[in-house]
């Protein structure tokens, strides 16, 4: 065995060397750091926006429908768009105004012998009264007209011309079996007489589907022809006009055949 003993004389020598190399490894000591001062940011809060109140509307009431009162007079309403309203109980006389959907009429009479046509006032304008007439099938009745006038005469608001206008010339009547042709000369108008309407007008009482009837026929020929047949019991006759723009001229009696 090897003797591992050191001489003491070179104890001497290694105990120095040794205490300065433990010197030597000895860690130098780290700092403490110095405290840094820590800025705390404090957050200023956004600002809220006030919610705007909505008001509940007030509810509004629906004004309640006053009924429109009922006329007291047999009355009817027009049905189209536009209506003629004429002078006289058929389409030949002159237009004396026109009438809309909706217009309210008071239904005054209807013809005798021919009830297709209807004599009205207008309630919207003074009753002198202001009346004309409308064919039947252009009204709604609005009330019973079984208490309405039989009105015999068609001439009841027929304007007469101004100007000094004579009576038909040369009016005259002719039949071939049931068709009576009516003839007159013609006339001429005076300046700015024209109505820019029919020029002539007929009025007939005679036997038409074995009835005794009234029609009138208007035209701008200087004849017309007219169904009359010989079954009635009642005599047919009529008679012939001209006309202006402000009325009709003096009749003539048509000698009937």
């Known amino acids: 065995m090897y003797n591992l003993a050191v001489p003491k004389t070179l104890l001497f020598f290694l105990v120095p060397l040794l205490l300065a190399a433990c010197a030597a490894f000895e860690p130098t000591a780290t700092p403490t750091p110095t405290a840094t001062n820590t800025v705390t940011s404090t957050l200023t809060p956004t600002s809220t926006h006030t919610a705007t109140v909505t008001h509940t509307p007030t509810e509004t009431q629906t004004p309640s429908i006053t009924p429109t009162p009922t006329p007291d007079f047999e009355w009817g309403v027009i049905n189209v768009k536009m209506a003629s309203c004429r002078f006289g109980p058929g389409g030949g006389y002159l237009l004396r105004t026109t009438l809309y959907q909706g217009d309210v009429v008071e239904i005054y009479g209807r013809m ?113 022809q007219i169904q009359d047949e010989q079954t009635c019991e009642e005599v047919s006759h009529g008679r012939a006009f001209g006309s202006d723009k402000h009325g009709y001229t003096r009749w003539k009696e048509i000698s009937w055949p």
């Open 112 to 224: 005798e012998l021919n009830e297709n046509w209807w004599f009205v006032h207008l309630p919207n304008y003074s009753k002198k009264p202001y009346g004309c007439w409308v064919s039947r099938e252009l009204i709604d009745p609005g009330s019973d007209l079984s208490g309405v006038l039989r009105i015999t005469d068609p001439h009841i608001v027929l304007p007469w011309t101004t100007q000094p206008y004579s009576a038909l010339k040369g009016v005259s009547a002719s039949r071939n079996g049931n068709v009576v042709t009516v003839r007159w000369e013609s006339f001429e108008w005076l300046p700015g007489d024209d109505s820019l309407q029919l020029k002539y007008l007929v009025e007939a009482w005679v036997c038409q589907d074995g009835q005794h009837v009234f029609r009138a026929y208007g035209t701008n020929d200087t004849f017309i």
